[in-house]
């Protein structure tokens, strides 16, 4: 029997993740407001603006939302 091996799925990579820190300044909230926001820890929102930990669909889409910004911002 053949066992099949997947690759773990990609989360993408946010490419500037100092606008995610600007953004979350400019819009006068604390990691842990924002995490709150989105559904996250505030360690996961530090690890994200450090450029430590990937985000998920869900999770870039509710950041961009709280950012008040697009997806595309956060990734280019």
Request: charged share 20%.
């Amino acid at each position: 029997m053949l066992m099949q091996t997947t690759k773990p799925r990609q989360r993408p990579l946010i490419q500037n993740p100092e606008a995610v820190r600007r953004r979350r300044l400019a819009a006068g909230l604390g990691q842990v407001a924002l995490g709150e926001k989105v559904g996250i820890t505030h360690a996961h929102v530090s690890k994200i603006e450090n450029g430590k930990s990937s985000a998920g669909a869900g999770v870039l889409f509710r950041l961009a939302g709280a950012l008040n910004c697009t997806v595309e911002d956060l990734l280019a």
